[in-house]
């Protein structure tokens, strides 16, 4: 079974950072594309970013482009996510999940990013 387990959100202030971590467990993660997927309170899920199966590649929402990096490390199946410059508007709950060629694949558990002062 595909589990991933992020972790590392809290409450942070506006221009704040944060850096988001997925552990992936029951799938080679080293062959699969993965994304950042997050949902605000009483809003759909949005993508945010994703990132090639090798590392060498990586794209993002216009909403996040210049203040989120994404990596990962396949040799510790970590999937991570840096986040500076944060706004309110990027209160959510944060998802990582399989990018695959027309949806995502299941998003496990995720973590809870406020930012308020």
């Known amino acids: 079974d595909v589990q991933l387990q992020a972790s590392g959100g809290g409450q942070v202030q506006p221009g704040g950072s944060l850096r988001l971590s997925c552990v992936a467990s029951?799938?080679?993660?080293?062959?699969?594309?993965m994304a950042w997927l997050r949902q605000a309170p009483g809003k759909d899920l949005d993508w945010i970013s994703s990132?090639?199966?090798?590392?060498?590649?990586?794209t993002y929402a216009d909403s996040v482009k210049g203040r989120f990096t994404i990596s990962r490390d396949n040799a510790k199946n970590i999937l991570y996510l840096q986040m500076n410059s944060l706004i309110a508007e990027d209160t959510a709950v944060y998802y990582c999940?399989?990018?695959?060629?027309?949806?995502?694949?299941?998003r496990g558990q995720g973590t809870l990013v406020t930012v308020s002062s």
């Open positions: 990132i090639e199966a090798s590392g060498e590649g990586s």
């Open positions: 029951g799938f080679m993660f080293g062959d699969y594309k």
């Open positions: 999940a399989q990018s695959l060629v027309s949806n995502f694949g299941p």
